[in-house]
């Protein structure tokens, strides 16, 4: 296990001055990380649920329900086990199976009009292909494109990093796709750990990536939408409601910028 922790879940060092104090503390940070815990919408978001030992790989094609509340789609992707350093428990995903490309998908329950963000940690296979693996991330309506470059990353150092997204739900349950990009058939695609789905706050006015800063990604997207948009109910770029992104909008994200 790399070790690696998502940054809600730390919890600060406890100094208790005496025994009951103690006791009240770690009772207290035992029902905030449970409850923080409990928060995830998915199940097996870190592909932890697999019926036996995953020594190196195993390969399941488009279609397959083995992994415990996940439909793999396209046409393969690979359950890593001890083949490379994983970012949260002892499994991992490559979207690009044996061979690729492929994705995932899971069905969860949302509440109309809420949002939610996604998180998930992203690495790459840095034994083949295009150094720079790309993969997208769906929900209601809504998408985004992650990349992640594998230059100067091996197995035994993944360089896994977190990536968080977010979107607002329209029905009463919600489908969560992440799907390899690479345009061909190879064995070496975007990886993927510890995906958790929680209820959010909606995010700030022109942060567009969701991830609590209005900044040069957020204005990229902006710029990426430019012009009217194809779906009014969908288009986040369309920061005051008038189902076009223009100067209006750019108005609106670099009045609320962050850097």
Request: proline share 5%; aromatic share 8%; charged share 10%.
């Amino acid at each position: 296990m790399s070790g690696f922790k998502r940054r809600s879940l730390h919890q600060p060092m406890l100094t208790p001055r005496s025994t009951a104090t103690a006791w009240l503390a770690l009772l207290g940070a035992a029902f905030v990380s449970s409850a923080a815990l409990a928060q995830n919408l998915l199940i097996n978001g870190s592909f932890e649920t697999w019926p036996g030992r995953v020594p190196s790989y195993v390969s399941l094609p488009g279609g397959s329900t083995a992994m415990a509340g996940w439909i793999t789609t396209g046409n393969t992707v690979d359950l890593v086990g001890g083949g490379w350093q994983q970012a949260d428990g002892s499994l991992s995903l490559d979207l690009d199976g044996s061979p690729g490309p492929g994705g995932v998908q899971q069905t969860f329950a949302t509440i109309p009009g809420q949002w939610y963000t996604v998180e998930f940690f992203m690495a790459g296979n840095p034994q083949c292909g295009d150094p720079v693996k790309a993969l997208s991330v769906e929900a209601a309506g809504f998408s985004n494109t992650f990349t992640f470059n594998t230059a100067g990353h091996s197995f035994v150092s993944m360089g896994w990093e977190l990536r968080s997204w977010c979107f607002r739900a329209h029905e009463t349950s919600t489908t969560l796709t992440i799907t390899s990009l690479t345009a061909s058939a190879t064995n070496c695609g975007a990886a993927i750990d510890g995906v958790v789905v929680e209820a959010s706050s909606p995010p700030l006015v022109g942060d567009l990536d969701c991830n609590g800063f209005v900044n040069g990604a957020d204005l990229a997207i902006l710029l990426g939408s430019w012009g009217l948009c194809s779906d009014c109910a969908v288009c986040r770029s369309d920061l005051n409601g008038d189902c076009s992104t223009d100067g209006a909008d750019l108005a609106l994200l670099l009045g609320a910028w962050t850097g």
